[in-house]
């Protein structure tokens, strides 16, 4: 069992940059691989970015290939997403997600636990 906690969404101007922190509490955050998913009003959640249980292995979604960066330190049980150079598009409740095991998925429903959002406000 593992419970997620994010942080760090707000306001920013577009092309600006924010860092969002998803803190894990629970035993064995590095054996979880760990997502972010975004949902923005009146569409579906949808994968951005993953990493494997050691770091080793990240994946992205198009739309943010080259803007983001998603790290973890497991010593503090924590995974991050670096946005930079963001667009009106990224508007989006932004989502922590955790799966057991080695490797990162893109798909939401192969992950088991759920943070409960933090929302990511771009203005153009």
């Known amino acids: 069992q593992v419970q997620l906690v994010e942080s760090g969404g707000g306001l920013v101007q577009a092309g600006g940059s924010l860092r969002l922190s998803c803190a894990a509490s629970?035993?064995?955050?590095?054996?979880?691989?760990m997502g972010w998913f975004r949902q923005a009003p009146g569409k579906e959640r949808e994968f951005v970015a993953a990493i494997s249980w050691t770091g080793g292995s990240t994946y992205y979604a198009d739309s943010v290939k080259g803007r983001f960066t998603i790290s973890r330190d497991n010593a503090k049980n924590t995974v991050y997403l670096q946005m930079n150079s963001l667009k009106p598009e990224d508007t989006a409740v932004y989502y922590c997600?955790?799966?057991?095991?080695?490797?990162?998925?893109?798909?939401?429903?192969?992950?088991?636990?759920w943070g409960q959002g933090t929302q990511v406000t771009v203005s153009s």
């Open positions: 629970g035993r064995g955050f590095g054996s979880f691989a």
């Open positions: 997600a955790a799966r057991s095991g080695r490797y990162a998925y893109t798909r939401a429903d192969d992950y088991a636990y």
